[in-house]
């Protein structure tokens, strides 16, 4: 599977299916694609409404005829702009063309529903991208129940887990391997992977990416 950072907290998975998660592009400082460029999709998870998560999710989905996954109330909101959607909650789990999308517990907050992480399992992998959240022992459960094989972090600070907080939970997530995230994408959520990477070597693979790079799974 090839995993690439879009930028802020936008990811692209693209093994059997391709998925995007949190594609905010347009106004995204930091973005390395626009929604322009994105001719194909299957599936865009959106893990709360928030403009920087939300981002360009109904117009890819508009675009490639994807289905939106996110909360109850982002997805009502989605069928009322006539988007195929599937609305779950936090605890919920849905399959759809082969992808399986759990939506877990995030401490946030937001402008419809609540926010939420989600774990995704596609071609044999488990995928957590925690979304906006502070650090919480629900993310020890996340790891035990999951066991996530790779993970995506919020490190940025200020609206979410800092670096200290998030090196604290990868311990908790057991997670195998971890991309940090949602961080310089604006001076008020700046943070220095590299020193996450020092607090958590001996607990995971940090992968540092920047915007527009992938990683194969
Ligand atoms: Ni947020
Ligand atoms: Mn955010």
Request: proline letters at 5%.
């Amino acid at each position: 599977m090839e995993i690439t950072w879009l930028g802020h907290s936008g990811i692209k998975l693209q093994g059997s299916k391709i998925v995007y998660i949190d594609p905010f592009l347009t106004g995204n400082p930091a973005a390395s694609t626009t929604p322009e460029e994105i001719t194909e999709a299957d599936i865009v998870v959106v893990t709360h409404y928030h403009g920087d998560h939300l981002g360009d999710s109904f117009t890819i989905c508009k675009k490639t005829g994807a289905i939106l996954f996110g909360i109850h109330e982002i997805a009502v909101e989605a069928e009322a702009e006539g988007l195929t959607a599937e609305g779950m909650n936090i605890g919920g789990t849905v399959e759809a063309k082969g992808v399986k999308v759990h939506m877990v517990q995030a401490l946030h907050s937001a402008e419809k529903g609540n926010p939420a992480g989600v774990v995704i399992e596609m071609d044999g992998q488990t995928i957590y991208h925690a979304g906006d959240t502070g650090l919480t022992y629900d993310m020890k459960l996340i790891g035990e129940f999951f066991k996530p094989d790779l993970s995506f972090i919020p490190i940025g600070d200020r609206y979410t887990m800092g670096v200290p907080s998030a090196a604290r939970a990868v311990e908790f997530i057991q997670t195998k391997r971890v991309i940090p995230v949602h961080y310089n994408t604006f001076p008020i959520v700046s943070a220095d992977p590299e020193e996450f990477k020092r607090l958590v070597a001996d607990k995971a693979e940090v992968i540092i990416l920047n915007p527009g790079d992938s990683y194969t799974l």
